[in-house]
């Protein structure tokens, strides 16, 4: 008996899911305000990670910024200065697991408690997998991917919200893995007022890749990318994707034979410069 009530209550819980998600869809979500909020953003010399530092000193939070580079981070953080934000400044390997721990007690000591993390950080080699090297893919998984761990486990207890950033790619795609795996952990922890986001983007021209094309999805800006990311985060959405509409194309793949999803993916054409067998090549 009691499996047919919680049978009936999951069928009541996934109509009322379907029906706030259209509701939502016609009314503006409330923006929450993050003025004097300590945001953590990682990679925050360059790309996605710059603007997004921009867009929060605009909104008058407290910036902590980390990069390996220091001329690229400083630079972000003078101009986040000139917008009125408080700014701290951290040159961090994001891919070295003792100098994340050293660097999170550091900002502890001389910030306070990180409420929002912008784990953006990330390392790419544009090249087919028997033209990278070992410590090329060893240094992709330590930032991509163990590089969102470190810092969680020091403050999972303090901010309210994080952001993984993914994009396409085996390591970024397992960034996705484990940010829905730690969201249905909180869950399960029972710690609701943690907020999770995951922005997947297509692909962004910031530079790692160079002539970046495809066929049918656009080359997307970093502002454009920056300015769904903000929202995303003012509304506690779970997922950004950019543009918004890859979401349904990545749905119908689920139900395609595996023909058809590789006649997809011939159509994209998704083209950019990389190595190959040690020769530069459009991939």
């Given amino acids: 008996m009691k499996i047919i009530l919680d049978l ?18 016609f009314i503006p979500r409330k923006r929450k305000s993050v003025a004097g909020e300590i945001v953590l953003i990682t990679g925050a010399g360059h790309g996605i990670g710059r603007q997004t530092a921009y867009e929060f000193a605009k909104r008058k939070s407290r910036l902590v910024l980390w990069d390996i580079n220091k001329h690229g ?30 660097s999170v007690n550091q900002v502890k000591k001389e910030v306070g408690d990180v409420t929002i993390v912008v784990n953006n950080a990330g390392a790419i080699y544009p090249a087919d997998l028997l033209s990278t090297k070992d410590e090329e893919i060893t240094k ?14 020091n403050l999972i207890e303090k901010f309210n919200l994080l952001t993984c950033l993914s994009v396409a790619g085996s390591s970024k795609f397992a960034a996705v893995g484990f ?3 730690l969201t249905s952990e909180l869950e399960a922890l029972g710690k609701t007022g943690i907020k999770t986001s995951c922005l997947c983007p297509v692909f962004v021209n910031t530079g790692f890749t160079k002539n970046p094309s495809t066929r ?20 506690d959405k779970k997922m950004i994707f950019v543009p918004s509409y890859i979401n349904i194309s990545l749905t119908i793949e689920r139900f395609l034979p595996e023909r058809a999803v590789a006649a997809i993916y011939h159509v994209q054409d998704i083209q950019f410069e990389a190595v190959i067998g040690h020769k530069i090549k459009m991939k």
Avoid: M, Q
């Avoid at 009936?8 to 509701?23: A, P, R, T």
């Avoid at 400083?74 to 721990?101: M, P, Q, W």
């Avoid at 330590?142 to 969680?152: D, S």
């Fill in 8 to 25: 009936l209550l999951l069928l009541l819980i996934i109509i009322y899911s379907y029906l706030e998600s259209l509701v939502k869809v």
């Fill in 73 to 102: 981070v400083e630079e972000t953080a003078a101009e986040c200065r000139k917008l009125g934000a408080t700014t701290h400044v951290f040159v961090v390997d994001c891919s070295n697991r003792e100098e994340i721990y050293s």
């Fill in 140 to 153: 992709t998984f330590e930032v991509n991917i163990l590089g969102h761990f470190w810092p969680y486990i």
């Fill in 179 to 181: 940010h829905r795996a």
């Fill in 216 to 235: 049918i999805w656009p080359v997307l800006e970093t502002d454009k990318v920056v300015r769904s990311l903000i929202d995303g985060i003012l509304t």
